[in-house]
């Protein structure tokens, strides 16, 4: 089938619904989604957004902080623009229908988290994520300029190398004409042309076995960008949550929040006893890069595979009311917060690096824009602050939605674009070519280019990266495409690039630390 719209969306999750209302009333937009609409990490976020609301706080404390956290490699502007635009976003937000929990007096609640100088986190209990998706996909349920398509799996971003022009990352003005998505219904490949698209694909927990990402988290826009030739960065920068609930059998690993070390949850070590003194004087609230390293290193000198969370100090109402969502999940793994210490570990948790875009949400590739944990904006630099991510999404989507307003009337679709080819593919009949790939991929991220890197285990990495990635092209270039294959191949993309770039920087930077830089 061929579609056309003025605005293609790919993404459901904060970045790619909020971009959608704005836009709405400019066009007609279609969004696609590979899952179910709700399904992303924006589902899953606990902890809230970050925002100056009073005058207790101050925007300079905000950038100050966001700056620290970054390790000298924030993009200064973009910090004080995204951090200045704050209120106004979330103002909207409520607007859309979002609750954000409010005290006695009608003033927002506001929590405190790791790298934090003030208490700036807006939060709907310990699930402002679910609360925040809730009423975005309500907001554009209701707005019939937009079309909501689910199990549509974007695969590829059309470019003119698919109307036969050879392209190059020298290539100028590489232009974005739409893209071709797998419907999972019909097994068709579609083609969806428009005049402008934006990536809000999240982020790629899944190149790393323990995340705390969905499984949707593939980086498929941050390859799809990468197979058009367009600028990508800081992909060497992938933060670790320092306290996802230990449970190896669970995928994706539940998330205990930062803001119950801001409430006064303590981290032990395995014996019970605090350790964050010998590693920084913010103790258990110093910055995540610090707190994960930290952790790593305690279980490799004890030789064991968790540490502890100790929230038993924090008022029992205020844990079973303030954090019911993992209250309850930890009783159904026997554990009583309020009672049992709260077995943890570090999951790979979010991309900093992306798709390089500028203010206004563009990429290098025209008529492209990105927002969200799929683009690099420089607000993060080298170790993204809590709670700054969905705030970046929400300023991105803005300011992506008004360039691509301004922009959408000179534009013309591209109609010589053909349809996908998939003549004389045949149908892979052995998954485990795939599984057992993707399993190999995890292991090696996992081991050689996670929390501690090394030349050497990057070496390694890179080493078999390739021979996977040769296995794979062979298996894509003969069969008919599947989600899996998709995935699988948009992994190894990302993969490669969070290794290469590692590989470059020869220095230790926020997320990125090797032994052999001390
Ligand atoms: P997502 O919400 O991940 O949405 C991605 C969308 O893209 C999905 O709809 C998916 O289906 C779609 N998609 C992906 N690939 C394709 C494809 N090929 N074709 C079609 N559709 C596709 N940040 C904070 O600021 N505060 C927090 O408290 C916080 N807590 C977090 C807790 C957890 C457990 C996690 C995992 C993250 C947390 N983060 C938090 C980070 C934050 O939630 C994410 O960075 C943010 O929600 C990303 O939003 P997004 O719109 O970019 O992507
Ligand atoms: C958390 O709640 O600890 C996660 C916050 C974030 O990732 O920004």
Not at 104 to 131: P, Q
Not at 297 to 308: F, T
Not at 383 to 391: I, K
Not at 486 to 511: P, Q, V
Request: aromatic content about 6%; overall charge negative; proline content about 3%.
């Amino acid at each position: 089938m061929r579609y056309e719209v003025d605005f293609l969306v790919i993404g459901s999750g904060i970045a790619g619904l909020s971009f959608a209302l704005k836009v709405a009333d400019y066009g007609k937009v279609c969004i696609l989604t590979k899952t179910n609409a709700a399904e992303g990490s924006t589902k899953y976020a606990q902890g809230g957004i970050a925002a100056v609301m009073y005058d207790t706080d101050s925007f300079d404390k905000h950038i100050a902080d966001t700056l620290v956290a970054g390790d000298g490699i924030c993009n200064r502007e973009v910090v004080e623009m995204t951090i200045r635009e704050a209120p106004e976003r979330i103002k909207e937000l409520v607007q859309y229908g979002v609750n954000f929990d409010r005290d006695g007096g009608g003033r927002f609640d506001l929590h405190r988290e790791g790298g934090h100088s003030e208490y700036r986190i807006l939060h709907h209990k310990d699930n402002t994520g679910a609360e925040i998706e809730r009423g975005l996909l309500q907001a554009v349920r209701d707005h019939p300029n937009i079309e909501l398509k689910e199990n549509q799996f974007a695969i590829d971003l059309i470019t003119q190398h698919h109307l036969g022009v050879r392209v190059t990352k020298h290539t100028p003005g590489i232009e974005c004409y739409g893209a071709y998505a797998l419907n999972s219904a019909t097994h068709e490949i579609d083609t969806y042309l428009a005049k402008v698209t934006l990536l809000a694909t999240g982020g790629m927990g899944n190149v790393y076995t323990t995340t705390t990402t969905p499984i949707i988290s593939t980086g498929d826009g941050v390859a799809m960008v990468h197979r058009a030739r367009g600028v990508l960065s800081d992909m060497e920068f992938v933060q670790f949550h320092p306290t996802s609930l230990y449970n190896p059998s669970e995928k994706p690993a539940f998330l205990i929040t930062e803001a119950l070390r801001g409430a006064g949850a303590i981290l032990k070590d395995h014996n019970g006893n605090e350790f964050m003194q010998k590693y920084d004087s913010r103790l258990s609230l110093a910055p995540r890069d610090i707190v994960a390293r930290a952790i790593d290193n305690e279980m490799k000198i004890a030789g064991v595979d968790h540490l502890y969370l100790d929230a038993r100090q924090i008022d029992k109402n205020e844990l079973i009311n303030g954090f019911p969502t993992i209250y309850a999940k930890c009783l159904e793994q026997g554990i009583n917060i309020t009672k049992d210490m709260i077995p943890i570990r570090p999951a790979a948790h979010y991309q900093c690096g992306g798709i390089t875009v500028d203010k206004n949400g563009c990429s290098s590739i025209k008529h492209l824009y990105a927002a969200g944990e799929c683009s690099c904006t420089g607000l993060h630099g080298g170790n993204r602050l809590a709670s700054n991510s969905l705030l970046e999404a929400v300023v991105y989507a803005h300011n992506s939605a008004m360039h691509a307003i301004a922009a959408v009337p000179s534009i013309h679709i591209c109609h010589e674009v053909p349809d996908w080819n998939a003549e004389g593919m045949v149908l892979n009949e052995e998954m485990v070519l795939i599984t057992q790939t993707k399993k190999e991929l995890q292991e090696i991220m996992s081991n050689y280019v996670g929390i501690v890197r090394s030349d050497l285990r990057l070496q390694r990495a890179f080493d078999r990266l390739n021979l996977i990635f040769r296995e794979t092209e062979d298996l894509y270039n003969r069969s008919v495409l599947t989600e899996e294959l998709s995935e699988l191949r948009n992994l190894i993309a990302c993969a490669y690039l969070i290794t290469k770039m590692a590989r470059a920087r020869r220095e230790n930077r926020g997320l990125h630390y090797s032994i052999d830089l001390v």
